[in-house]
């Protein structure tokens, strides 16, 4: 029983109070003009656009970041620049069926309201980049990447 209750609070993970929220959209192209990398998917013609609230929990130098209640990443914080990656994560995908991937960003954020680290408007400014680890599906090789900008501004929705 102990143990059933152990897994429950950690799959019930909470966001903590000082965490910092950002409205992050990522994207991604497939043009000859862009400078972001797919090379899982040469072929493809459509791009890649979706919004998330991330929120960022500090500890030291070390950060947390959250997408709703659930851990997203793990990773550094030196000044203004932020790296983190995820765990190894399997799932079932419509284009290219059972695949495992990680995730690798890095970003220039304002850890607070008025810095300016982020050229520019914005308060988050980087990339992230999934990596094939393993895949059933023949035509996506393991090993192969697929590069998507960040760009987000601070938000008041964890208040």
Do not use: R
């Amino acid at each position: 029983m102990l143990l059933v209750l152990s897994l429950l609070a950690c799959s019930n993970s909470k966001v903590p109070e000082d965490a910092i929220f950002y409205d992050v959209t990522v994207t991604a192209e497939n043009n000859d003009d862009d400078a972001l990398v797919d090379e899982c998917h040469p072929e493809a013609s459509e791009g890649y656009q979706e919004s998330f609230l991330y929120a960022v929990a500090y500890d030291g130098s070390k950060a947390t970041i959250y997408i709703g209640n659930d851990v997203f990443a793990l990773g550094t914080v030196s000044g203004c620049d932020l790296t983190y990656s995820t765990v190894i994560i399997g799932e079932e995908t419509e284009a290219d069926g059972p695949v495992k991937w990680q995730l690798t960003g890095t970003a220039s954020i304002d850890p607070t309201e008025g810095d300016a680290c982020v050229d520019g408007d914005g308060d988050w400014d980087g990339f992230e980049t999934f990596e094939i680890i393993s895949t059933e599906n023949e035509t996506l090789e393991p090993g192969c990447e697929y590069e998507t900008k960040t760009l987000g501004d601070f938000s008041s929705s964890g208040a």
